[in-house]
DNA sequence: TCAAATATCTCGATAATCAAGATATAAACA
DNA sequence: TGTTTATATCTTGATTATCGAGATATTTGA
């Protein structure tokens, strides 16, 4: 994906933001590959990556952070139960809660999905030195950082805006 | 979003590909925000940013860039065309192709979004001296050329699906 | 104890998306 | 030059994700 002729940036901090930009773009376009090669919706996909990172949580956490209302959520978690990525379970300590639980590790084609990425980010990891790693991590850490803020900012203006 | 008690990784490869990924599912979850806050399906935000980025193309090309099929593509674009977002131009070369012109600069409530982000951004720029921030640029750079790689993997081997 | 709040699922309506097909145009071939 | 094949976009009917409203069960607070 070619970019069309804008005028050159020039300040840095500006090209940094374009290019962040640009990875944007392409990050939300390979998640969309990677669902469709699954067969999943992207919704779908974005749940199991959630899932992933999270570990079980329960459905409502699972409407808030995708944003689906809750009907649409339990219809998602139906469709990830019947191919086996997810489990339903009780929560305990309160009878309401149903608790997601990740079962799509025993997936081979998820993992076999991950593979070809995770190979081609290593590759790029290893050119550079421990200190240039450790700096582009931690930077990493501080951009999804700034990134949750903004979501929850998203989320606060929405709610305020439903509410009156 | 917290991550879940997983082994902690100690390879610093492996947390940086780990980082990458939260910052990811970040990147989608911020963009289904902003989707939502301008009440836009995500693909049709996706396609705004997509023409941000490439300037004009056709209605094709879109339908390529995003995975939609042709018929969904085409009622997208009427979408966005209905709410100014986009106009429809005929190719002088080729009668048959429609080049969709981006036309949501005029639009205050699309910079309103992208503004919040931006300030941050720049902020964290801020934090980083000139050779940091040349290094992560060119660092999001390769990740991006990276990701367009398994992107274009991802179709190669849904188009060789399709045709089998 | 009762009322209010919360969690998830059910349901009918809306609309995105798909695949097939139609129509116009361009490219390739005889 | 004329015909056949390929390409580009839109139309159409079917499928299904998603919404918002509502139902039911459970928990919390007065």
Do not use: C, W
């Amino acid at each position: 994906m070619s970019r069309h002729q804008q005028a050159p940036i020039t300040d840095p901090k500006e090209q940094f933001i374009s290019y962040m930009r640009g990875l944007g773009t392409r990050t939300v376009l390979y998640q969309h590959g990677v669902a469709s090669t699954l067969g999943l919706y992207n919704q779908d996909y974005l749940s199991v990556d959630i899932l992933r990172e999270k570990g079980p949580i329960t459905a409502g956490e699972l409407s808030k952070l995708t944003g689906l209302a809750t009907g649409s959520t339990t219809a998602l978690i139906d469709r990830l139960e019947k191919i086996g990525y997810v489990r339903r379970q009780n929560d305990p300590h309160d009878r309401r809660k149903v608790i997601i639980v990740p079962a799509y590790e025993h997936k081979a084609e998820v993992s076999h999905t991950y593979h070809p990425l995770h190979t081609a980010m290593l590759e790029l990891a290893s050119s550079y030195t421990d200190e240039e790693l450790a700096l582009i991590t931690k930077f990493l850490d501080k951009a999804s950082t700034v990134l949750e803020e903004q979501i929850y900012h998203l989320h606060a203006a929405s709610q305020s805006k439903t509410s009156s």
